[in-house]
């Protein structure tokens, strides 16, 4: 079973709706991550949370909020979406003993916004 | 600013070595990460190196040079599969990463 899941892998919506997508995570790993990563350009961070009480913005945190319901849940929201929120969406994960730095990712979202 | 700087497209042959560079102008340094990510795949981890030096691990090695900003990747004895985009990130002082675009490598027989 994979360690870190994310529904749904694909997703079609319009200008102007709300959606949202989710992560899971049974690593047991406390901190999480939400990137977007679109042709040509590095992971951008758009949100991230070092433990259940923590959330903290990335760089391109507008037009997105975030959810952290447990320690192995962490959600996605984008309130009103844009076409140009049309990109591939990665949950990460980190904070393993021996190897607390490394991000371990899920098998990403691709969004595309009409 | 914080930049990470990488080939966008490499070409190699199976069975060849190839090596790929990454330059980076961070604010602090606390590691810099290989990946490897296959097309509309996850990104899947590779190296990670934080002292300066050569760290070897199968057919793949990572160097780092803190003073110079300059890591590669050489990865030998290439295979078809070896074909995906290679990412190099940085840990800046903030524990955050900051990503290259990534470089295409290209396998041809």
């Known amino acids: 079973d994979a360690d870190v899941t994310q529904t749904p892998r694909n997703r079609i919506t319009k200008t102007g709706k709300r959606i949202m997508l989710e992560c899971s995570q049974t690593?047991?790993?406390?901190?999480m991550y939400w990137y977007r990563q679109d042709p040509g350009l590095g992971l951008q961070l758009i949100y991230y949370?070092?433990?259940?009480?923590?959330?903290n913005k990335g760089e391109i945190s507008d037009g997105y909020s975030v959810s952290r319901q447990a320690q192995a849940k962490f959600s996605l929201s984008l309130e009103s979406a844009i076409p140009n929120q049309t990109a591939l969406y990665f949950c990460?994960?980190?904070?393993?003993?021996?190897?607390?730095?490394?991000?371990?990712f899920g098998p990403g979202t691709r969004l595309l916004v009409l | 600013g914080q930049n990470i700087d990488q080939p966008t497209e490499m070409t190699a042959t199976e069975g060849a070595i190839v090596q790929i560079n990454c330059t980076y102008q961070?604010?602090?340094?606390?590691?810099l990460f290989w990946y490897q990510q296959h097309a509309g795949e996850a990104p899947t981890f590779l190296s990670y190196?934080?002292l300066d030096g050569l760290e070897e691990k199968g057919r793949f090695s990572s160097f780092l040079s803190r003073s110079k900003g300059y890591s590669y990747l050489l990865l030998k004895e290439l295979q078809m599969k070896d074909s995906a985009s290679y990412l190099c990130?940085?840990?800046?002082?903030?524990?955050?990463?900051?990503w290259g675009a990534g470089t295409k490598l290209i396998i041809k027989p």
């Open positions: 990460a994960t980190s904070g393993g003993q021996g190897d607390a730095e490394t991000q371990y």
């Open positions: 690593k047991g790993h406390d901190r």
């Open positions: 949370s070092f433990d259940v009480k923590d959330i």
């Open positions: 961070t604010s602090g340094f606390n590691g």
């Open positions: 190196n934080v």
């Open positions: 990130a940085v840990m800046d002082s903030n524990y955050q990463l900051i």
